[in-house]
């Protein structure tokens, strides 16, 4: 039996009174694209942010190739290969787009303790920025103030930039959330390449999306995991199609 | 590219005032802009981390009062050389700016400003109560520092080149040090500091080394400062200057660092005109500042056609 | 040093605190509600303590004074708001900062003009003059015994128009989430206006009681402004009740700390570096102070935010 990649046990984390994430298991395997969906409330989010590192859980563990990160910050858990998108999209708006990457490079390239050359000179780091633009598609906008690229165009920018990370897992959280159908199909066929490369959780809405792109899908409901298994066992779920009436429905 | 250029004619005026104050037989004038490029120095290292790392600090001129201090105290107790005294300036700068920074970082938005308010005005005060050391009203300077006869400060042309020199000095290193990688992450957890942290980035260590590189710049202006007034009072860390010197940067333009030097100039012989019309020339002053935040945010750089990169 | 003394400066202190109280109310409000940073704030006190001591000199009447001191504070309180903050509610803390600050320096200029750069002495008023006595055998000077009764009848009106009034029921909402508050259709002009007069109101009321044992003179109110800050920072923004226990403890800290802090020293030190060091530390204690509750509590004692 293999280790899992991502290994969480018991996370639990309350607001107040209100329990939003209750004992969640979850092994994710190398390799894997593991979907997290639900209904609205059932504490996706609570669950990401405990994963990346901005929520503390209250109890629990979680554990990173067999590496306990639960205390960990932010940027430690980055630095430990972890790497993620925001819900909404969050980048370096003053920026250009190749800028943006290139930072993500630098903060993997060692300490930036260094006050004299042009970080934009830098071809340590300008180089595979440019790859990793390349790979998302936007290459022909690497000079464009990332604040002014299109919604879409930002999303993608921040899958480069996660890229650029080289991370041993990859969260993302609703990446196709906002966009119009012509651009989430290209975003969705855009993270099927990924699929083989990286290990990913995904929080989604969009069920093409999941369908499409998981291979396990765990499904959360009021705080708790009901159900994990392939889109094929889920579908076939009663409690899950219990829990998604009035919902999206799940397609056929 | 005209940026530039205006810039470079800014600084060779900036270098032929001593002679023409000479040729016009009004000496006063060297004085007048050496004091000026020492603000500008002041108002430099504040734009490092106000303009380009976000860090609203108003009690920035604390530290031309250590600075200040620092040489005055030296030369009170016989220690006149210039090489031992201004390291030493920028060396308490940097310990007391590691210790606010430390403390006051952990903080941010309005609780920061608060904070660095509140400790700047707890060196005035302690300076104030340093009876031995002129208390309240300050004492004079002993001596101007000495350069074992590498350069004479007590002349006014070379002082004034010297104050030149190191305001080049400052501008070149800041500008190098806002587009080296470290800049970069400084400008990156302003822009957006989740998103520096959630790439990897530790701001705050690298906050904090900002913080107190440029209150070690500014520590060397205050030891510029005490030999130029040949004067030391707490006045110098009141925080009516940090508020000055923060006007100074808007003023000329936040985040452009040659903009710190304009606002200066401007701010300066602004009020030196102004006091020459009447003594209550704050009530003037204080109407110019607001308007300015109102209506001309960014200062006067921001006046100048815009570039076509939206860079540096 | 015997009892007598301490007792008398623990309730100087317990004086000071409830002037503190009175300004770091309105300012947090402000703060928590509007997020405006507002440096003006001091301006107020002056102008309260302005109006007070010459409109007392000149009607004799201490209530005529104080009537004008809060009627002038609340209308340059008004006038402050609709011609310059409206614009900077928008705008962010370093705007705030600046264009409050160019106000300061328009405020103590007037000052300056009108009644000269020399401090003014209030006379207490004659039926506050004297001594009470606390307990047998200590007395305390009347007017300063005043201005505590004042200022904790004032901490009780607000603890009961917070707690127990629409308007504090808005007012504590807004100070928690004020989108929220907006969005669920209050009319946030008239609010702001509110709380900013109310913050208007109580400086007018510190400064004007102020006068006589303060001088009055130009950059009084950034003297004791940034003491506020300390206050506040201490207490937690937006909360009448780390306002309350935040200008106490500072007030306390700090009068007790110049009162004993040198006799303390000399205790262990030389007289020489006990007089030295002793006025050197005992202005720096409430900064300390605010050092030590930031590292343990960096949201302040009793923030309005959870």
């Known amino acids: 039996m293999t280790e899992a990649l991502l290994e969480v046990r018991g996370l639990t984390r309350s607001f107040g009174g209100l329990i939003a994430t209750s004992e969640i298991n979850l092994d994710v395997m190398a390799g894997e694209t593991h979907a997290i969906i639900g209904p609205n409330g059932a504490g996706k989010t609570t669950l990401i942010g405990q994963l990346a590192g901005d929520l503390r859980p209250d109890a629990g563990t979680i554990r990173l190739e067999g590496e306990d990160v639960t205390g960990l910050s932010v940027s430690a858990r980055s630095a430990r290969g972890m790497a993620r998108s925001f819900q909404i999209t969050s980048i370096f708006p003053d920026f250009g787009a190749l800028d943006n990457v290139a930072l993500a490079v630098q903060a993997h390239a060692g300490h930036s303790f260094r006050f004299w050359r042009p970080a934009r000179a830098d071809i340590s780091l300008r180089v595979p920025a440019h790859e990793f633009l390349e790979v998302v598609g936007l290459a022909g906008r690497a000079d464009v103030l990332a604040g002014t690229l299109a919604h879409g165009e930002q999303r993608q920018l921040e899958i480069a930039m996660a890229l650029a990370t080289r991370p041993r897992l990859l969260l993302l959280d609703e990446p196709v959330a906002g966009m119009g159908s012509e651009e989430s199909h290209r975003m969705i066929r855009f993270l099927s390449t990924l699929k083989t490369r990286q290990t990913i959780v995904l929080v989604e809405h969009d069920m093409d999306a999941v369908f499409t792109l998981a291979d396990r899908i765990s499904v959360m409901v009021s705080g708790r995991i009901i159900a994990t298994g392939t889109p094929a066992e889920i579908r076939a779920n009663a409690r899950v199609r219990d829990a998604y009436l009035g919902e999206a429905s799940l397609p056929c | 590219m005209a940026r530039r250029l205006l810039v470079v004619l800014g600084f060779v005026g900036l270098g032929l005032v001593p002679l023409v104050a000479e040729a016009l037989h009004q000496p006063f004038y060297i004085d007048l802009f050496r004091r000026i490029m020492i603000f500008a120095m002041a108002a430099l290292s504040l734009d490092l981390i106000l303009g380009y790392g976000g860090m609203v600090s108003f009690g920035h001129a604390a530290y031309l009062g250590i600075g200040a201090y620092a040489v005055g105290i030296l030369a009170a107790h016989g220690i006149e050389s210039g090489f031992i005294q201004w390291p030493l300036a920028m060396f308490a700068s940097m310990l007391i700016a590691l210790v606010i920074g430390a403390i006051s970082l952990r903080t941010s938005g309005v609780y920061f400003i608060m904070i660095t308010l509140a400790f700047s005005q707890m060196l005035y005060y302690l300076g104030i109560s340093l009876e031995t050391y002129g208390g309240d009203d300050g004492m004079p300077l002993r001596a101007r520092s000495r350069f074992a006869g590498l350069v004479d400060l007590s002349d006014a042309h070379s002082f004034y080149y010297v104050v030149l020199g190191l305001l080049v000095l400052f501008l070149v290193v800041s500008h190098r040090l806002v587009n080296a990688r470290f800049g970069m992450v400084i400008r990156a957890a302003r822009s957006n500091e989740a998103r520096a942290q959630a790439i990897g980035f530790a701001p705050f260590r690298y906050k904090l080394t900002a913080f107190v590189i440029a209150g070690s710049m500014c520590g060397l202006a205050g030891a510029l400062l005490a030999n130029q007034t040949e004067y030391l009072t707490p006045e110098f860390m009141h925080w009516t200057r940090s508020g000055e010197i923060l006007f100074m940067v808007i003023l000329g333009g936040i985040g452009t660092l040659v903009g710190s030097v304009a606002g200066a100039v401007v701010l300066l012989l602004l009020e030196q005109v102004l006091s020459s019309w009447t003594e209550h020339w704050q009530i003037v002053l204080g109407p110019i500042l607001i308007l300015v935040v109102l209506f001309a945010r960014r200062g006067l750089v921001g006046l100048l056609p815009a570039e076509g990169r939206p860079r540096d | ?306």
């Open chain 3, 1 to 306: 040093m015997n009892a007598v003394l301490v007792l008398e400066q623990f309730l100087n202190g317990v004086q000071f605190g409830v002037t503190l109280f009175l300004l770091a109310a309105g300012l947090t409000l402000v703060f928590g509600i509007m997020n405006l940073v507002n440096l003006a704030h001091g301006a107020l006190y002056m102008v309260g303590a302005y109006v007070a001591t010459s409109v007392f000199r000149w009607s004799e009447s201490f209530l005529v004074a104080m009537v004008a001191a809060l009627a002038a504070s609340l209308v340059v309180g008004m006038i402050v708001e609709i011609v310059t903050l409206r614009t900077l509610y928008e705008r962010d803390h370093l705007d705030q900062v600046l264009a409050t600050f160019g106000l300061i320096l328009v405020f103590n200029e007037l000052v300056s003009i009108v009644w000269g750069r020399a401090a003014l002495y209030a006379n207490v008023p004659t039926f506050l003059a004297g001594h009470v006595s606390i307990l047998p055998g200590v007395p305390y000077p009347t007017y300063r015994a005043f201005v505590i009764v004042i200022g904790l009848a004032v901490a009780i009106l607000l603890h009961l128009l917070v707690g127990r009034t629409r308007l504090g029921m808005l007012i504590r909402a807004g100070a928690s989430n004020r989108t929220m508050v907006a969005a669920l259709g209050v009319n946030i002009r008239l609010l702001y206006t509110c709380v900013f007069g109310i913050g208007a109101g109580l400086a007018g009321l510190a400064g004007l009681m102020a006068g006589p044992i303060y001088a009055v003179q130009p950059g009084m109110g950034e003297q004791i402004l940034i003491q506020v800050f300390v206050v506040i920072v201490v207490g937690g923004i937006g909360s009448i009740r780390g306002a309350l226990v935040g200008a106490l403890l500072v007030g306390m800290v700090d009068t007790l700390g110049r009162a004993f802090l040198r006799p303390m020293l000399s205790l262990m030190l030389s007289p020489s570096a006990a007089d030295s060091a002793g006025p050197a530390l005992a202005s720096m204690l409430i900064y300390v102070l605010m050092a030590a509750v930031l590292f343990l509590r960096p949201q302040g004692l009793f923030p309005a935010r959870g």
